[in-house]
């Protein structure tokens, strides 16, 4: 006997809600077509203006008509919000057709139950049943929703914005209409002169940095930990506090602060320097001080986690290790060649390559710091320490050129994406995390 | 000889320690004297003041320009609320990502890696056209609702911490009679007190933190957050006002230092848990 769940998947395809009501599940049924009728009255007006609004990007400029005597301005198309718009009508519709296939596979398993002469579930059973089996789920609804609408969504927009020409100053709506473009923002940034000058200016220096910062703060790190662990050192504690606190301080305090202690004019280093008769240093204004400081204060800022980190691996390492090196009569260089070093990047490895993507990424040190500045001439829009990932800020607030901007973050994407896959890859925790327990 | 190396060598090694922690203590030292100091220049003759006032910390809560008592109070509601938010969202999530076993749990676990790749303000402009929707600009809503919305996203470490939590203990109670929720309170919720100080901790300061997102969101002053006041402060200033900002950064420093020093142990648990996960 397969009637039942038959007519009832039937029903619930014809009208999202129906099938339950036909397995008498009053309250499930009701609130199902709740659901359907609201997302309906919602969408069915709005859907086809969406399609139309992403496929075309919209057809009338804003222009001024002549109603009587004066002119009066009609409103036209704004290709932007149409973007958006269109994008969240979709997201929507997607949202329902998943609740639509859950009401069929529902409406499904309440006449199997029904067709094996079981009783259907109450509505509170529903309730318990659901807590119980889809606990997952109900636990992730909300997270996932906020991350649907404020993280992907306008993920897939800024996409969207780099296969079209949405850019200061011949393409900014309301004024002007915004086109697709396909791949040319894409060509424009390597094939066009003054535009691949700059991108490949910054995206070798954005590499030299993102090298350069880990590098410089893990092996500080390392060297500070080991200083503090070795044999005889006292006040061990007392030491790893103090070192703690360049991490403590809130970034955007310590950088500004940074800011102003190497200014330039007016800042106590260059005064200090004085003192020693030597001339101050142009640290935030020439391009290769610039470069010099940017990295200095990153280790300033970075040292102390690493320090954190390994000082916790550094206790992990099993003593009779050193015992037995001690017997062989390893020197204390051989012991930390053979045993610590091997020990400590072990255990790192990953977290030093999630630090390098995330370094060329780090928006604040640069942008707070110097501002991507000292300028250059040559460059469009960007500067000596400018980062792919600040000179895309740049070219978005300062200087509207949104699908350049789209296409640069992309390409973070790209580099950023190779590396934590290889991450991935090669870190077993991902593959056998349930091995732990 | 041997105690003569061992010596030379502790000397040196307590040298560079010494070197270090005043390298790393100076900045920290150097704003708070010079929010001590008369005059508003960054130049000071002395680095340590010839006579100590307090004028600048009234001057932030009595000045018409710099409204700093207000984006104090603000930063502070956004952050506590932003802080309880994003810390349930985040543990929940993460509960049931780390503990059950169902369909969609690998794309969940992979849509959050690969979201964690781009930069995060390429969604910027969207994000602003959205809240001009919804008619939230210029509102502390829209900078909770962001930051919380966003917040599952960083919850790795977390649930790499529920991993090493034996599940033998929630399958206890579950014989038991233990709901799924009140596993989770009962059970993981206690073990996890260092995951939770460390989640609720980051996103409490990552509040005072960011200036970009509420910069963008934030056009009244009255609205502003210290992020984006002190920011302007420092931008608008030429070497003038400079003791002010300083005394600016101490307020915002010192309790949020303060935490970080009481939690420390949490903090490194936190930390080192996530490294040995990966």
Do not use: C
Not at chain 1, 143 to 149: E, R, S, T
Not at chain 1, 170 to 199: C, N, Q, R, Y
Not at chain 1, 392 to 400: A, F, G, V
Not at chain 2, 149 to 169: E, M, N, Q, W
């Amino acid at each position: 006997m397969k009637q039942h769940r038959t007519i009832a998947v039937l029903l619930s395809i014809v009208l999202q809600g129906l099938g339950q009501i036909y397995n008498r599940q009053w309250l499930k049924g009701i609130l199902f077509m709740m659901i359907e009728v609201a997302g309906f009255i919602y969408i069915a007006p709005r859907l086809g203006g969406a399609i139309w609004g992403l496929v075309t990007l919209g057809e009338k400029t804003q222009k001024f008509v002549k109603v009587g005597k004066v002119a009066q301005m009609v409103k036209g198309d704004h290709s932007i919000f149409l973007i958006l718009d269109g994008l969240i009508i979709l997201f929507l519709v997607f949202v329902l057709l998943g609740v639509y296939v859950w009401n069929i596979g529902d409406a499904y398993q309440s006449g199997k139950l029904r067709d094996e002469k079981k009783p259907v579930r109450t509505f509170r059973q529903s309730y318990e049943h659901a807590t119980t089996f889809y606990f997952p789920y109900f636990m992730l609804a909300l997270p996932a929703l906020g991350v649907l609408f404020f993280t992907i969504m306008p993920i897939v927009f800024t996409v969207m914005l780099a296969f079209t020409n949405y850019s200061a100053p011949d393409h900014i709506p309301p004024a002007k209409l915004v086109d697709w473009v396909g791949f040319k923002t894409f060509a424009d940034l390597v094939k066009m002169k003054s535009w691949s000058h700059t991108f490949v200016g910054v995206l070798i220096w954005t590499i030299i940095w993102a090298v350069l910062a880990t590098v410089t703060t893990y092996f500080g790190g390392i060297l500070v930990a080991l200083l503090i662990e070795q044999k005889g050192i006292r006040f061990k504690k007392l030491w790893r506090t103090i070192f703690i606190i360049p991490y403590a301080i809130p970034q955007l305090i310590s950088l500004l602060v940074m800011k102003n202690l190497f200014n330039g004019q007016f800042g106590p280093i260059n005064q200090y320097l004085g003192y020693f008769g030597l001339g101050g240093l142009p640290w935030l204004t020439d391009p290769f001080w610039a470069k010099v400081t940017v990295i200095t204060v990153n280790m300033w800022i970075g040292i102390p986690v690493s320090m954190v980190l390994i000082l916790g691996i550094l206790t992990s390492i099993p003593r009779d290790l050193y015992e037995a090196a001690d017997v062989d009569g390893a020197s204390t260089l051989q012991k930390f060649r053979i045993i610590t070093m091997p020990f400590i990047l072990f255990s790192t490895m990953p977290i030093l390559i999630m630090q390098f993507a995330g370094n060329i990424n780090n928006f604040n040190v640069i942008f707070l710091l110097t501002g991507g500045n000292p300028a250059k001439g040559d460059y469009q829009f960007a500067g000596a320490t400018d980062l792919l990932i600040t000179w895309l800020y740049k070219l978005t607030l300062d200087n509207n050129k949104y699908n350049v901007a789209s296409a640069v973050g992309i390409i973070i994407f790209l580099i950023v994406a190779i590396f934590s896959i290889w991450n991935f890859r090669r870190s077993k925790s991902f593959k056998e995390e349930d091995m732990i327990q | 000889m041997r105690k003569w190396k061992n010596n030379a060598r502790l000397t040196l090694s307590y040298t560079l320690l010494l070197l270090i922690s005043v390298v790393a203590i100076y900045p920290a030292l150097w704003v708070v004297l010079s929010s001590l100091r008369p005059g508003g220049s960054l130049y000071s003759e002395h680095f340590w003041p010839r006579q100590f006032t307090l004028v600048h910390y009234a001057e932030l809560f009595t000045s018409k320009a710099y409204l700093y008592g207000t984006w104090y109070l603000n930063t502070l509601k956004i952050a506590v609320v932003t802080m309880i938010l994003s810390t349930i969202l985040v543990t929940l999530s993460m509960y049931a990502l780390s503990r059950f076993r169902f369909r969609g749990r690998k794309t969940a676990l992979t849509v959050m890696l690969v979201l964690g790749m781009f930069p995060s303000f390429m969604s910027l402009i969207a994000i602003y056209i959205i809240l001009l929707q919804l008619n939230l600009l210029d509102t502390h809503m829209a900078l909770i609702l962001v930051y919380s919305a966003g917040a599952a996203l960083g919850g790795f470490i977390v649930k790499g911490f529920f991993d090493t939590i034996p599940r033998s203990l929630d399958e206890a109670a579950r014989i038991d009679g233990a709901s799924h929720l009140q596993v989770f309170a009962k059970i993981m919720l206690p073990l996890s007190k260092p995951m939770l100080t460390y989640v609720a901790l980051t996103s409490f300061t990552g509040v005072w933190g960011d200036f970009i997102f509420a910069r963008l969101v934030l056009r009244t002053k009255e609205n502003w957050t210290v992020a984006v006041g002190m920011w302007d402060l420092v931008n608008s200033l030429q070497n003038s006002n400079f003791t002010m900002f300083a005394a600016g950064s101490v307020l915002i420093a010192i309790p949020i230092t303060l935490l970080f020093i009481f939690l420390q142990r949490f903090l490194v648990q936190g930390l080192t848990s996530g490294a040995s996960k990966g």
